[in-house]
């Protein structure tokens, strides 16, 4: 296993996420207990020693199992990290009642790391809403040793991480997003990891394999990179491409089964980050996945000043592009929740006037009104 330098600690490069535990029945609420135990072992005996979880994971029912798994080796062999959840509003005034809950569930007496969980266009003002007292809470439990570390996850655009940096990235310690090859440009992922990089603020990377869409690709696209690489593995790639990224200090991976877990723990046994024709090549098929769905937006703008209804047309091809591609999701829903009733895309008159002046000659009209649809559906 790789470790990396985290302050005064090693931690293990590849992380044990608690999102897609194994489950009975196929209900989500319902985590296999025995197959998760069995993989955390698995996970401690070849090193691993970060496991992350959140308070809505399973139904609520991942803290408790990760705990109960966990309670079984001594405190000091592994770093428990679990969330603030802030991505529903309704909690934003009962965080002393939610932290020691999750202090419980979790059979632990503080957390190696904790987060504000899900730093988004949502919430982004009740986080930063002094009437709610979060961060002072936060910072009183690290002074008082329940919490070693205080960081944030954020799916949010780069906008809204920089406004939560400005007002609270003093004492942010530690940033998770998603990172992985698709999204490097296709979510501007890479101007986030600058950013970070650029206030010193060490990287953790969610969602490596997109859901598990990068586990498998095309077969021309999966020949090619048997080429360059003929004994890696498809899911390897994607863990190489994070390896060659700077300030990445540990990967998470939601993995499901234990042949996941073998493999993923394989692929970390050595740091073997890609050259330069590697990276393009990789680059060049996320490039190729994302135009066969997204619409070729450039965010020139032309459009906005033709709209008699002042809709941010480039932000919501952005999302509709999202959405799409990935057949749904949390991030589209979550960031209209944001956006003002009559600037939603169901405000589209179809004029087609943003039509009649855009470059890649998009049918804008014709994606507001499914992206309407779809946000019904």
Not at 200 to 213: D, Q
Request: hydrophobic content about 35%; proline content about 5%.
């Amino acid at each position: 296993m790789i470790y990396k330098p985290y302050q005064d600690l090693k931690l293990s490069a590849l992380g044990m996420g608690a999102m897609r535990l194994p489950v009975t029945n196929g209900n989500d609420s319902s985590v296999d207990e025995k197959e998760t135990f069995c993989m955390v072992d698995c996970a401690m005996e070849n090193g691993i020693n970060y496991y992350d979880t959140a308070w809505g994971y399973h139904g609520g029912n991942s803290e408790n199992v990760l705990g109960k798994a966990l309670a079984r080796y001594p405190r000091e062999d592994f770093f428990l990290a679990t969330k603030f959840p802030g991505y529903d509003l309704g909690n934003m005034d009962k965080v002393e009642t939610i932290f020691e809950k999750q202090l419980e569930k979790c059979g632990v007496e503080y957390f190696d790391f904790y987060l504000f969980h899900n730093v988004c266009e949502m919430n982004i003002d009740a986080y930063l809403d002094t009437k709610y007292g979060i961060l002072p809470y936060l910072l009183k439990q690290k002074e008082n040793g329940r919490i070693r570390h205080l960081g944030f996850s954020a799916h949010g655009s780069y906008e809204v991480m920089k406004r939560f940096l400005e007002a609270y990235g003093s004492h942010m310690e530690f940033c998770q997003i998603q990172i992985n090859y698709l999204d490097w440009t296709f979510q501007g992922a890479k101007e986030k990891a600058d950013l970070l990089n650029s206030l010193k603020i060490p990287v953790w990377v969610m969602e490596p394999l997109r859901g598990g869409k990068l586990a498998s690709l095309e077969p021309e696209d999966e020949a090619r990179l048997k080429e360059l690489r003929p004994g890696e593995s498809t899911a390897a790639w994607a863990f190489r491409f994070l390896q060659s990224i700077p300030g990445v200090t540990v990967v998470l991976s939601g993995m499901s089964d234990m042949e996941q877990l073998k493999q993923n723990i394989d692929t970390f046994a050595e740091d073997n980050p890609l050259k330069e024709g590697e990276m393009d090549t990789l680059l060049q098929i996320a490039g190729n996945m994302v135009k066969k769905i997204a619409l070729p937006c450039t965010a020139c703008r032309y459009c906005t000043s033709h709209c008699p209804q002042g809709l941010d047309i480039p932000s919501l091809l952005s999302l509709y592009n999202e959405h799409c591609f990935t057949g749904g999701g949390f991030i589209a829903p979550m960031a209209l929740m944001a956006v003002p009733e009559d600037k939603q895309p169901s405000s589209c008159i179809g004029c087609r006037r943003c039509e009649a002046v855009c470059p890649q000659q998009i049918k804008i009209s014709e994606a507001m009104s499914d992206f309407t649809a779809k946000m019904k559906g």
